[in-house]
């Protein structure tokens, strides 16, 4: 697959995917924004993906946003829409696609502003003891809105508003993202991408339905009550029931072998 701001690879079972515009620190401009809908879309329909590993190329960061450069032109005003579904900044990570499969961050470096969004939206982060973790919107008169609500999902509150209201005067780190919960792990930078595709690799043994089906069940339980999650949740698992994933599972196990799953594509 040929993309212009990205890199792609699978192997395995693991999709590599990388924000590939290290010249300005992987920010994301409008062709970054249309091909990640597309990768996604080509994530979700092959078989022979499972799982995937999202970083950023280079050292320096895994994505400092929207690039200027597309504002000072006026590129991204074009792409304004009144309707959410056809603007591209909501089409960029897995999670705003509906992409089930589950997601590893790979966080290289600097993070800040729009793209916070890969992070709000990912399963699993590991960073490397560099990274860093800020939000510039205030500083330049911007809301900090969209990142920090999604933020406000999986770290405590304070947090969150403490990173909105500084405007990158002073940056999380490393440390204090793990503290939080922000982050999984830390670990050196030379480990980082091989850290990332040994959990994937674990991910990518188990049955790809069930793992696409219960990242659904879980992600999609933060936008109801208790109630309406569980019970959205008992459907899935009812209708999870007749999958031939289900009776391969035990069967190996007795047999003493690996699976031999059914692929799963959305």
């Known amino acids: 697959m040929d993309f212009e701001t990205l890199l792609y690879d699978k192997h395995e079972g693991v999709a590599t995917l990388t924000l590939n515009r290290p010249e300005v620190r992987n920010a994301f401009n409008v062709k970054m924004a249309n091909e990640l809908k597309d990768a996604w879309d080509v994530i979700k329909k092959d078989p022979e993906v499972v799982t995937v590993v999202l970083t950023g190329a280079g050292s320096k960061a895994l994505c400092v946003g929207m690039d200027l450069s597309d504002v000072a032109d006026g590129s991204a005003s074009k792409t304004g829409t009144d309707d959410r579904e056809h603007t591209p900044w909501f089409h ?61 999902r999986r770290i405590p509150l304070e947090a969150v508003l403490r990173m909105a209201f500084l405007g990158g005067d002073e940056r999380m780190s490393a440390a204090e993202a793990l503290a939080c919960g922000l982050v999984g792990e830390v670990v050196a930078s030379e480990l980082l991408l091989p850290r990332a595709q040994e959990l994937a690799a674990k991910i990518a043994a188990h049955s790809p339905t069930a793992l696409a089906k219960t990242k659904q069940a879980i992600w999609e339980s933060l936008d109801t009550g208790l109630d309406d999650a569980l019970t959205n949740t008992w459907e899935m698992i009812r209708e999870h029931a007749s999958h031939a994933d289900l009776r391969e599972g035990s069967v190996a196990f007795v047999e003493k072998r690996k699976p031999r799953w059914e692929p799963f594509t959305s």
Do not use: R
């Open 92 to 152: 960029m990570t897995a999670v705003q696609n509906c992409c089930w499969k589950p997601v590893i961050t790979a966080v290289n470096g600097m993070v800040c502003g729009g793209g916070l969004h890969f992070i709000a939206d990912s399963d699993l982060i590991v960073c490397s003891e560099t990274a860093t973790f800020f939000d510039t919107h205030v500083k330049v008169g911007l809301i900090a809105g969209l990142e920090p609500v999604g933020l406000a």
